[in-house]
């Protein structure tokens, strides 16, 4: 039977597709197209010849065999092959041919494109909104001819997300979905911070400064620890740059969101106390390092600092440290030590005055 193999072999070499794979994949839906003609034979094998632009089916039927004592139900052996081409078969196998090709082709694209994304996981690339009236729930952000998807829980509250704006995002996840290559961006991950910043600070990309820890509610406020690797480097003044340009130039692509940079420190105490900033702590309680809990002593004018809108500061310093923190009024904390010495030394004036 007649087939323009040469023609296929010539479109899968323009999408770098190999003959060993064409052939593979042709045979078997060839077979698998010959199995659902009537009569059919069971045992069927495709055998190409690409020379001759044409295919045989060769089959084999099934030969019963007699029952003996020590086999009482034998598997009936196969006959020899033979050519079981059917004649009416060239339309149904130039159709499984094109169907084959169509699928080799989305395949090789699958994998370029899945190849070309697998490496930029973690990553912060650059696309273009295109909303799609289909899927309401997601954003798509196109990344040269590659769709991405903004999902809901990646997206920023409030943050509009305008058709044909070019926005950078965070890679979060490569994968082979059902459709094809599937890509999830993010614009509320902590780590799209990270990126932002490195394309800003040279100090980051040496390695004389490193971002330690993030802490981040988006849309509102980030709390970043940063600690210098190099003697004599400031870490925070790296990350604010000259006037400040660096951080600005990452807040340009959050929006409204703050951003706080912290010392990092490897002292829990001092660490805390940083990380409550722009608030002012007098002091740090360590209750427990094992539970990772302690009180920091604020003076009353800065508690609402501390606290921040809604409690804002304080959990996100928090998460920063990993520590659970408590804050306690400074002012209070003394007057209630001062009532305490006092009732201890009223009892103490009284047991020396009984005796």
């Given at each position: ?18 003959t060993e ?12 197209a010959?199995l ?95 909303q ?7 954003v798509?952000?196109?990344?040269g ?21 070019r926005?950078r ?10 459709k ?21 600070v ?5 390695g004389?400064?490193?971002i ?18 190099t ?37 829990p ?15 740090v ?10 009180i ?14 809604e ?28 009532a ?8 103490q ?7």
């Amino acid at each position: 039977m007649e087939l323009d193999l040469n023609g296929i072999y010539q479109l899968a070499r323009e999408q770098e597709i190999d003959t060993e794979t064409v052939d593979e994949a042709l045979s078997e839906a060839l077979r698998l197209a010959y199995l659902k003609t009537p009569h059919a034979a069971k045992h069927a094998r495709v055998e190409l010849d690409p020379r001759a632009g044409t295919f045989t089916i060769w089959a084999q039927d099934e030969i019963p065999q007699e029952p003996t004592e020590d086999d009482p139900h034998p598997t009936p052996k196969l006959g020899e092959e033979y050519d079981d081409t059917p004649n009416d078969f060239g339309r149904l196998a130039a159709a499984t041919a094109r169907q084959v090709i169509q699928q080799l082709f989305r395949k090789a694209e699958d994998d370029k494109i899945f190849g070309a994304f697998s490496g930029q996981r973690g990553k912060l690339i650059t696309g273009v909104v295109q909303q799609d009236a289909k899927d309401t729930a997601n954003v798509h952000v196109a990344v040269g001819d590659v769709e991405a998807i903004l999902p809901r829980r990646e997206q920023v509250p409030g943050e509009r997300y305008r058709h044909g704006e070019r926005i950078r995002v965070y890679v979060v996840n490569v994968s082979r979905g059902l459709k094809g290559p599937e890509i999830i961006v993010s614009r509320s991950h902590p780590e799209l911070v990270r990126r932002l910043f490195e394309r800003e600070v040279p100090e980051l990309v040496s390695g004389a400064v490193s971002i330690m820890a993030i802490a981040r509610e988006a849309g509102a406020r980030t709390k970043i620890a940063v600690r210098a690797n190099t003697p004599g480097v400031n870490p925070k003044g790296a990350l604010i740059g000259p006037g400040g340009s660096r951080v600005r130039a990452v807040m340009e692509n959050l929006g409204p969101e703050k951003i706080d940079i912290v010392d990092w420190s490897n002292d829990p105490a001092t660490f805390v106390a940083a990380a409550l900033s722009p608030a002012v702590v007098s002091g740090v309680q360590v209750i427990s390092e094992k539970n990772q809990t302690a009180i920091a002593f604020i003076h009353d004018d800065q508690l609402s600092l501390a606290i921040g809108k809604e409690g804002q500061n304080a959990r996100l310093a928090a998460k920063l440290t990993g520590w659970k923190i408590g804050i306690e009024s400074e002012e209070t904390f003394a007057k209630k030590q001062a009532a305490l010495k006092a009732q201890q030394e009223a009892a103490q004036s009284g047991e020396n005055s009984g005796n």
